[in-house]
């Protein structure tokens, strides 16, 4: 085209482009992403279509951030969706069937969350099990003991804890509001506590951590157990939006969210990792699905178009470090 | 200087490095260097961590391409872009990190990617073995070509390496500080090699910072200092004046160490006299049986021995990381827990570990985090840790170590070694060890930083602290130390103090087989052991 000849060098859009994503890592992946999306779509940008995608993204991010910690010591994750429907089940169980004040059902599907993960650490810790194979039992048992609390169908949610799924002033979605408080908490875990600065000295270099004097097998408890947590949180979130606790609910999310952590420039080899990063890496994501629903993209096509988008976001970020050096 | 040997080696000139300049964003590595290689010449590449050494031999090895200057080999203007260029060219290089496959054989080590076919283009087993046996040979290397790579250790995997460029029929051999982790009798059969080598033609480059070795092995030597080659000398230069040349300042001593003159002032809180740390009968077998020693308040207590003489092992398990069968371990006179770190670290105690990278250090951390890990328990109130003062301590600790960085925010990895172990060391510092224990705390440091660690030593010493040093550096453990302990497979084998510790004497011990009777006892009787 005749039009690039009159262009400076480097004043290219595209260069630019490239330029500013490089530099900023995930966030400028973003930012491309919703500046794409908002000019193929006229209906992407508005102010409801945004919230719909921070609601879209909060079950995964609140999963994600839990996975983060994990991540960020080196280890993995996979049983976050399972326990996420595990501790919905429980909480709607207690209150629904049994009658429990809706309070102590709520501490209880917490309770289970943090439980199954300190289950998964011990085994992790102390039975020395690669947390792959630790967390993968943990799937496994999560999503059975969900079906067989709940009989396989789905168990009213108490309503008390069902307005979690609803807006505030009628138009601020709640779970928006639950994932920028956890991602609050997380940034301030991996930031400012014992546990967190654990995370990053064990995900580093484990054995010059315990040589340091870091008790890295408690430390591994609390840390599964915080992932654990989180994810009853965000078990309870989706419970809230589906008003029902559905043992069959977040198959396979905890991929996304796996997805979501590395996309936020964490390092699966461990030692590296951000709150915001996870946050912008879920958001990444439901701008993605997003925006492809509405430009009427089929949802075998979104597959494919998100599993490019986890490449893409990290080799550019592998870029962007081998750079910097 | 004497000697017209070491004035004119060899025969024809090999390679010639002309004006080499090359930069990275930031520094300049190398800037002018020259270096001209003769056939069948130990020529010794000297200089500080960060004099561009490593630069050169990547260049050379074809990891980088000079920005001006030239190489020649044999005469003709060569570029070298690849490994496989400078193969072509007939030069091999030794890392200091190995590239084996520790799953693979030996013979299927020395071959990777060369192996021998046959008719049908399968691998040929027998004529490559039957070809790394006589490498093998060539090397004095009693090892089944059949046998994997990864159980041999150091030492031996250093001689497949070098049978791994015999086999290349190199002509020019660079070999980056391949002492630096092998035994004294090692070293010796790796001199006998290497001047076999050289002795039929090849031209050898050999980088090393054991001074000792350099008019041992060489016959001259090219001194770098920050990034410029200073000057070609003899081998046979005085040693001081080689340390001249290469920091480019005199160094007073080597080991600078000032011995109390008398036992210093117990801490207060311990009993006039009592040890800071006393072992008993400390024992797990087979590593080590019966250890017995103390060490007090003041001292510096080298612990010297073969490798494998399970001097690591004690350290290892005074500290905690390990556990033993029997025995006690006492600090201030309180006995100390089996098998726990954090209640050795309450204690007072801190380990310097013999590898630094694999247990010493968050590579990828910032310094200011790596300084900080030992007191991260601390700084921690309610839970939170407190950032802010830590920032500042590692601020204080890295100004008083004088680490040479960027910033606190610069990671661990980009250090040299010598500022990699001072962050090690102030680590603990900031924890507030009274006792560390030194595994092999100079080793792959240049000499201007061994000196700014002895220094540091003595600092501690004097202020009440006390150090237990292993070192397989003889020098350093005999200059350092006020007690010399030496272990033998296992065991206690002997203290020398004063004027009987000596390189012979401690060799002696060291190679002695032990029988049952000579465990040491106890430091108490300071001298009044009969060998």
């Known amino acids: 085209m005749s039009a690039e000849v009159l262009r400076a060098p480097g004043s290219d859009p595209g260069q630019w482009f490239t330029r500013a994503v490089l530099r900023n890592g995930p966030l400028g992946g973003l930012v491309a992403l919703v500046v794409v999306m908002a000019v193929l779509s006229r209906d992407f940008l508005n102010g409801q279509n945004l919230l719909n995608v921070g609601v879209q993204a909060s079950v995964t991010a609140i999963l994600a951030l839990g996975v983060t910690f994990v991540i960020v010591s080196a280890g993995i994750d996979l049983s976050v969706g ?18 429990l004040p809706v309070w102590v059902a709520v501490l209880l599907g917490l309770a289970v969350g943090a439980g199954a993960g300190l289950l998964s650490g011990a085994l992790v ?57 956890m991602g609050a908490v997380a940034a301030l875990v991996l930031a400012r506590t014992y546990t967190g600065r654990a995370m990053f000295a064990i ?54 969210a796996i997805a979501a952590v590395v996309i936020g420039g964490a390092s699966l080899s461990g030692g590296s990792g951000k709150a915001s990063g996870t946050l912008i890496g879920a958001l990444i994501l439901a701008v993605l699905r997003n925006g492809l629903n509405l430009l009427s993209v089929s949802a075998f096509w979104q597959q494919v178009a998100t599993g490019l988008v986890i490449a893409l976001a990290v080799l550019l970020d592998t870029l962007r470090r081998r750079s910097a050096r | 200087m004497t000697g017209v040997d070491d004035d004119e080696p060899g025969g024809r000139e090999l390679l010639r490095v002309e004006g080499v300049t090359k930069s990275f964003p930031g520094v300049r590595a190398l800037d002018g260097v020259s270096l001209r290689l003769r056939a069948g010449e130990v020529h010794v590449l000297l200089g500080e961590n960060g004099a561009g050494k490593s630069t050169l031999i990547k260049m050379l090895s074809g990891v980088h391409r000079p920005d001006e200057g030239r190489i020649l080999v044999d005469g003709r203007e060569v570029g070298i872009r690849s490994a496989q260029d400078a193969e072509r060219l007939g030069i091999a290089t ?42 093998l040979r060539r090397v004095r290397l009693d090892v089944s070509p059949a046998a994997p790579v990864a159980g041999l250790g150091i030492a031996r995997l250093q001689m497949v390496e070098i049978a791994k460029a015999l086999s290349l029929d190199a002509r020019v051999l660079i070999m980056d500080e391949p002492t630096a982790v092998l035994t004294s009798e090692e070293v010796g059969t790796l001199f006998a090699i290497v001047r076999e080598l050289r002795d039929s033609g090849v031209g050898v480059i050999f980088i090393t910072h054991h001074l000792d070795e350099i008019a041992a092995l060489g016959d001259r030597v090219t001194v770098l200092r920050d990034g410029r080659s200073v ?82 092992e004690v350290a290892r398990a005074l500290f905690g990381v390990d556990r033993y069968d029997a025995g ?77 960085m960027s910033g606190l925010e610069q990671t661990a990895r980009t250090l040299s070694g010598g500022n990699q172990q001072k962050i090690v060391i102030g680590k603990w ?103």
């Open chain 2, 231 to 312: 000057t070609e000398v003899p081998a046979t230069t005085d040693e001081n004046e080689l340390i001249r040349l290469m920091v480019g300042r005199d160094i007073a001593e080597q080991y600078p160490r000032e011995r109390p003159a008398e036992p210093a002032e117990p801490a207060e809180s311990a009993e006039p006299g009592a040890p800071l740390l006393r072992v008993r009968g400390l024992t797990r077998a087979p590593a080590f049986r019966d250890v017995g020693f103390d060490v007090r308040a003041g001292e510096v207590v080298g612990l010297a021995g073969l490798v494998g003489a399970g001097r690591t």
């Open chain 1, 203 to 256: 995900g580093g270099n484990e054995e010059a951590a315990r040589l340091s004097g870091i008790d890295v097998k408690r430390r591994k408890l609390v840390i599964y157990a915080l992932s654990g947590l989180f994810a009853a949180v965000a078990g309870i979130v989706l419970a809230a939006r589906l008003t029902s606790a559905q043992p069959q609910a977040a198959v396979g999310y905890e991929l996304d």
């Open chain 1, 125 to 181: 810790a102390y039975g020395r099990l690669p947390a792959f194979i630790a967390t993968l039992a943990m799937l496994s048992v999560g999503r059975g003991l969900a079906l067989v609390i709940s009989g396989g169908s789905p168990i009213a949610f108490p309503s008390s804890v069902g307005r979690l799924g609803d807006t505030l002033g009628g138009w601020l979605p709640v779970p928006v509001l639950v994932t920028v408080a």
């Open chain 2, 429 to 531: 510092l900031l924890a507030g060890a009274r006792l560390l224990i030194l595994d092999e705390p100079t080793r792959g440091v240049d000499v201007g930083a061994k000196v700014e660690i002895y220094r540091l030593v003595n600092e501690l010493t004097a202020a009440g602290c006390a150090v237990l040093m292993i070192s397989s550096d003889l020098p350093e453990v005999l200059g350092m130390s006020d007690r010399v302990l030496v272990m033998t497979q296992g065991r206690i084998a002997g203290e020398l103090s004063g004027e009987r510790a000596t390189q012979d004497a401690v060799m002696e011990l060291a190679v002695r087989p032990v029988n049952e009777g000579n465990t040491y006892e106890a430091s108490a009787m300071e001298g009044s052991d009969v060998g």
């Open chain 2, 94 to 135: 030794i890392h200091q990190e190995f590239n084996l496959v520790p799953g693979l054989t030996v013979a299927e080590n020395i071959f990777l990617g060369r192996q021998p076919r046959t008719a049908l283009g399968l691998i040929d087993k027998r004529t490559m073995r039957a070809r790394a046996a006589e490498l």
């Open chain 2, 328 to 404: 006690t371990v006492e600090v201030n006179g309180r006995a100390l827990a089996r098998g726990d770190v954090r209640a050795a670290m309450r204690a007072g105690l801190g380990l310097v570990p013999e590898d630094r990278k694999a247990q010493g250090l968050l590579l990828d951390a910032s310094l200011g985090d790596n300084l900080t890990l030992a007191r991260l328990e601390q700084d921690t109130r309610g839970g939170f840790v407190d950032r802010r003062g830590q920032r500042r301590r590692a601020a204080e600790v890295a100004e008083r170590l004088k680490v040479r």
């Open chain 1, 82 to 99: 399972s326990v996420a429907a595990l501790s919905a089940t429980v909480l709607a169980w207690a209150a629904t069937k049994e009658g």
